[in-house]
């Protein structure tokens, strides 16, 4: 079955780095475009970054533009989330997702990894 599992979230000060990784399996990964989210406490899931089957786009919200880097291995099957100048309201829980090419909605979930910022 398909699996995304997240790795590499933790507690960071406020102007510091993490990386979060998302490993796929159970999926041909070159066929599906990939997203990490985030749910804050109180706040509705949030998509971060986006990227797309081919690599060829890439989104990212205002709140996190210039700071959050997405990237994809296709011969690893990941996905990496590159934060950088974290802010305290960067607080939240990430979850990467796949959604195949010829869909809408993303149809495959992580469990997601927990991300804290200190001020």
């Known amino acids: 079955q398909v699996q995304l599992v997240e790795s590499g979230g933790g507690l960071a000060q406020a102007g510091g780095s993490l990386r979060l990784s998302c490993a796929a399996s159970?999926?041909?990964?070159?066929?599906?475009?990939m997203g990490w989210f985030r749910r804050a406490p109180g706040k509705e899931r949030e998509l971060v970054a986006y990227?797309?089957?081919?690599?060829?786009?890439?989104t990212y919200p205002d709140s996190v533009k210039g700071r959050f880097t997405i990237s994809r291995d296709n011969a690893k099957n990941m996905v990496d989330l590159q934060m950088n100048s974290l802010k305290a309201e960067d607080t939240a829980v990430y979850y990467c997702?796949?959604?195949?090419?010829?869909?809408?909605?993303?149809?495959?979930w992580g469990q997601g990894t927990q991300v804290t910022v200190s001020s």
């Open positions: 990227i797309s089957y081919t690599g060829s786009v890439i």
């Open positions: 997702a796949a959604r195949r090419f010829t869909n809408l909605e993303y149809e495959h």
């Open positions: 159970g999926l041909t990964f070159r066929l599906y475009s």
